[in-house]
């Protein structure tokens, strides 16, 4: 029996442009958040991080249990997380902790929540900056609440904080078959249906779960994150957290990599998340796509390009873009590229004005698809090629 991750989202520093709680981090409140799994269990464990963070994240508690709706949860479920047989952790700046193992049996697709109580203030928060689904807070310990109520005086933030992965392990073995989604905002998923899990790794999740043959799905997007440079909202670029991101995962198989779009779109910025971006070329992201392909390969992992859909970009930055694209599609499948190629750019494109989506899939901002779109991406994904 080995642990498979079946929920993730990838850390990164305080985003100054995001709304949330990130900045003044907690003090004698509880954190309640939702996540849906990718596959099921007969065992739990719940990894938290401070990686970013600036002192010792001092946990005094942590319940999971099975979610109902919004910050409720189903009477009875809930149950205390132990670290090293202890309710309460303490975690040191820069490292991760997993939780005890907890005899539960999960399902995939099923929810769960996490709540967190933090009886001492935390300092900023590690977190994720675009969930795309609510967190709750109340004063007070109401970790074993099975209502809603006392999470409902303070407005929901769509961030997750601290929390990195759910992992699950079955008393019979289990294939080493996982699935990590590593890209920026169009992997993340803004513009999908807040609380809805309609981002296109969650679809694809589905998709599996439709067609008999579940996996494990994770995805380690990060909205505003770029390929080659960090990030003052993405954080750590691409080629740098891919160790963490991508390899580490445990059960991990496959990864699907859709990078590059903030580097064209952000070069030479001055001021907000495109601050200290450098001018590029293609030949600078195809390299970057190289490394990732390399790292994967001697860690044992397949590694799927994805070619970068419409931005609307328009001169050398769609120049830059089709360069890139052309490459994947070019050298997917042959020992100088990706194992195999997704092509989100042909599924998403407005045939009449290919540097733009197609009107049914947008969002509306022109960069991000909507629901349908996300949808689309699934779909386009070859299983047989996973």
Not at 235 to 241: D, I, P, Q, Y
Not at 354 to 379: C, E, F, I, K, W
Request: hydrophobic share 35%; with cysteine; net charge positive.
């Amino acid at each position: 029996m080995f642990w498979r991750g079946s929920w993730a989202a990838a850390q990164q520093p305080l985003n100054p442009n995001a709304p949330g709680w990130a900045k003044q981090g907690f003090a004698n409140q509880s954190v309640r958040q939702v996540v849906r799994l990718t596959v099921g269990g007969t065992m739990v464990r719940v990894r938290l991080s401070n990686l970013y963070g600036t002192t010792p994240l001092r946990l005094t508690g942590a319940t999971l249990a099975r979610t109902t709706a919004g910050a409720a949860v189903k009477r009875g479920s809930q149950r205390h997380l132990t670290f090293g047989s202890r309710q309460w952790t303490q975690i040191p700046v820069g490292s991760e902790r997993d939780s005890d193992p907890l005899r539960m049996s999960t399902a995939a697709r099923e929810r769960l929540t996490v709540t967190l109580y933090f009886a001492q203030r935390t300092g900023p928060a590690t977190y994720h900056s675009r969930a795309m689904a609510n967190s709750y807070r109340a004063t007070g310990d109401h970790r074993v609440d099975p209502g809603g109520g006392a999470y409902t005086r303070a407005e929901p933030r769509a961030n997750w904080y601290y929390l990195t992965r759910i992992d699950v392990r079955s008393a019979q073995a289990q294939p080493r078959n996982g699935i990590v989604a590593l890209g920026d905002s169009i992997t993340d998923g803004p513009g999908s249906t807040l609380n809805a899990d309609n981002r296109y790794p969650d679809q694809l999740a589905e998709r599996l779960v439709a067609n008999g043959t579940p996996r494990p799905v994770l995805n380690a997007g990060i909205s505003s994150n770029r390929l080659l440079t960090k990030s003052p909202c993405g954080g750590e670029s691409a080629t740098a957290r891919f160790r963490r991101d991508v390899v580490l995962q445990p059960g991990a198989r496959t990864v699907i990599v859709l990078a590059g779009t903030n580097d064209i779109r952000q070069q030479s910025g001055t001021t907000g998340c495109a601050k200290g971006a450098p001018r590029i070329n293609a030949q600078q992201l195809i390299d970057g796509h190289r490394y990732l392909i390399k790292w994967a390969h001697e860690r044992g992992l397949k590694a799927i390009g994805a070619t970068l859909p419409p931005c609307s970009c328009i001169g050398r930055n769609e120049t830059i873009r089709n360069q890139l694209n052309q490459w994947i599609r070019r050298t997917a499948g042959t020992r100088n590229g990706y194992d195999a190629l997704t092509d989100f750019d042909r599924a998403l494109a407005n045939p009449h004005k290919p540097n733009t989506l197609r009107p049914a899939y947008d969002s509306g901002d022109h960069v991000h698809p909507n629901d349908a779109g996300y949808q689309r991406m699934a779909q386009a994904i070859p299983l047989t090629k996973l």
